[in-house]
């Protein structure tokens, strides 16, 4: 009796047990591409593998840092190369209804906190490699959960249902902005209604830079400056350009933005060009941003 049982298991072991632990195995690997480990170029693309949990945002499998390392010591001398680092998680179908149906009794808060946990994990990712010394341009994006693709199984997931991509792009000069505290940065494609503060759409690409800026750069304290032309009552447009800073500082927080802000309408007080002519007065309305001490 004693063999038979041990023939069984034996069996079992070899011809069921062993073949999924390999098939599980593989399929884990499989679940990236190939991560190259040196010889970075413009159109690569990388992918982390682990963080502790769902809400975590520190790295846990270390054998991702060995490639930030190779990453950081090339990148460090080609600052031609932009960095684009995204995180997405992805739910399984059931918690996924799950999530939508109680976002829509509660405006939206399991959306919007999970676009801030893996917003917090890209964010990581740059922390970690600036630390290395990269100081090339470098973008990050949360975007939140979405449910598995059609047909990839839960576990086939490299340990992590959050994965971290990262690409390598020709760096330009819309991809990141710098503040000074000497002179300060005009957002040139900043646009409201006439004689209003709402932000227009087309305002989004610009401000999202400066918001990239200040998610790395959480310490620095700013100033958001609005300005106008000469048209109008001046009491007026120093009230309608206070507005405008104050509603650029609003989006910024609703992007998760944390750092000390102020605001100020100095209306038609501190012209660039002349007001004497229709392109003057173009330049004239703006809204500038600078850092405070």
């Known amino acids: 009796m004693k063999n038979l049982l041990l023939c069984v298991s ?11 632990v390999r098939k599980y195995s593989m399929e884990k690997e499989d679940c990236f591409p190939k991560q190259k480990t040196k010889n970075f170029s413009i159109g690569d693309t990388l992918y982390t593998t682990a963080f502790d949990d769902v809400w975590a945002d520190k790295i846990k499998d270390s054998s991702f840092s060995p490639l930030l390392d190779a990453l950081s010591t090339e990148l460090i001398n080609k600052p031609g190369i932009s960095i684009i680092i995204n995180c997405l998680q992805y739910l399984d179908k059931q918690r996924f209804e799950e999530y939508e149906n109680l976002n829509k009794k509660s405006n939206d808060y399991y959306k919007i ?7 917090k994990r890209s964010i990581f990712v740059a922390k970690y490699l600036k630390n ?13 959960y979405k449910p598995y693709p059609q047909g990839v199984m839960q576990e086939n997931r490299c340990n992590t249902p959050s994965p971290i991509e990262i690409i390598l792009v020709q760096s330009t000069d819309e991809n990141c902005i710098i503040l000074s505290s000497i ?23 610009e401000l999202d830079r400066l918001v990239n ?8 304290k700013i100033e958001i400056s609005g300005h106008t032309d000469n048209v109008g009552n001046n009491n007026a447009n120093i009230e309608l350009s206070s507005k405008r800073a104050e509603s650029i500082a609003k989006y910024l927080k609703s992007k ?10 100095y209306g038609s007080a501190k012209p660039l060009a002349s007001n004497g002519t229709e392109e003057g007065k173009a330049i004239n309305r703006r809204v500038e941003v600078k850092i405070i001490e």
């Open 10 to 20: 034996l069996f079992f072991i070899m011809n069921i047990a062993l073949p999924q």
């Open 113 to 119: 906190s999970w676009k801030e946990s893996t917003l």
């Open 132 to 144: 290395q010394g990269v100081q090339n341009c470098i973008v990050v994006h949360g975007f939140g």
């Open 183 to 205: 002179t300060p940065l005009v957002l040139r494609n900043i646009f409201f209604e006439t004689g209003k503060n709402e932000i227009l759409p087309n305002s989004y690409l």
């Open 213 to 220: 800026y200040l998610l790395l750069n959480p310490t620095v």
């Open 256 to 265: 998760f933005v944390t750092n000390f802000i102020t605001t100020k309408g």
